[in-house]
Nanobody, 114 residues
Framework: QLQLVESGGGLVQPGGSLRLTCTAS????????MRWYRQAPGKEREWVAS????????NYADSVKGRFTISRDNAKNTVYLQMSSLNSEDTAVYYC???????WGQGTQVTVSS
């Protein structure tokens, strides 16, 4: 079965950190640029960060720049999103996506609250 599985979400206090993981099964991530998106309650899904196939180029939404870091380990078929200095506006379900490949995983919930 071809799928992406996100994990690592949870409840964290403001100012805290989390690392999200996106693992592919049934296909190889090496051939895809990857993106993280998020969707907060009542809002549209928004792009958060991107990384090129080899990992040499990354881009971030202004809202997370300087706080989030996207990375990948192609040997592990995995992409990461390291999140720090979290605030309540980061509360959302986070999804990863292989650029050009349809379909989404189930997402992982991140809740920032004291």
């Amino acid at each position: 079965q071809l799928q992406l599985v996100e994990s690592g979400g949870g409840l964290v206090q403001p100012g805290g950190s989390l690392r999200l993981t996106c693992t592919a099964s049934g296909f190889t991530l090496d051939y895809y640029a990857m993106r993280w998106y998020r969707q907060a309650p009542g809002k549209e899904r928004e792009w958060v960060a991107s990384i090129s196939m080899a990992g040499g180029t990354t881009n971030y939404a202004d809202s997370v720049k300087g706080r989030f870091t996207i990375s990948r380990d192609n040997a592990k078929n995995t992409v990461y999103l390291q999140m720090s200095s979290l605030n309540s506006e980061d509360t959302a379900v986070y999804y990863c996506n292989a650029v050009g490949r349809p379909g989404w995983g189930q997402g992982t919930q991140v809740t920032v609250s004291s």
